[in-house]
């Protein structure tokens, strides 16, 4: 099993930044992809970001690219989402998953999910 609990989040003003993290534990050598996925009041969860322990490409949700940065640190075992110039669309609730194969941006391939953190932009 592995488990995963996000940092955080907070209110902050439109084109505010705020990083969140998501620390890995238990059986981590069996994961390769982490994401972070959100979803706001009333719509389906969706994609945000994804990337995988050994390296290789990043994903971006097309709403997110150029403002939010995913990066990891391999000897913490923390996936950060690194989240500027943020707008009042991106309100919702932000989850890590994490899963055994390598990186991708279907939320049904990973296997595992932390609770989830709220993050709230004032307009």
């Known amino acids: 099993q592995v488990q995963l609990v996000e940092s955080a989040g907070g209110l902050v003003q439109g084109g505010g930044s705020l990083r969140l993290s998501c620390v890995a534990s238990?059986?981590?050598?069996?994961?390769?992809?982490m994401g972070w996925f959100r979803q706001a009041p009333g719509k389906e969860r969706e994609f945000v970001a994804a990337?995988?322990?050994?390296?290789?490409?990043?994903f971006y949700a097309d709403s997110v690219k150029g403002r939010f940065t995913i990066s990891r640190d391999n000897v913490k075992k923390t996936v950060y989402l690194q989240m500027n110039s943020l707008k009042s669309e991106d309100t919702a609730v932000y989850s890590c998953?994490?899963?055994?194969?390598?990186?991708?941006?279907?939320?049904?391939?990973?296997?595992?999910w932390g609770k989830g953190t709220q993050v709230t932009v004032s307009s």
């Open positions: 990337i995988s322990w050994s390296g290789g490409p990043t």
């Open positions: 998953a994490a899963r055994y194969g390598s990186a991708t941006i279907a939320g049904d391939a990973y296997n595992f």
């Open positions: 238990g059986q981590t050598f069996s994961i390769y992809g």
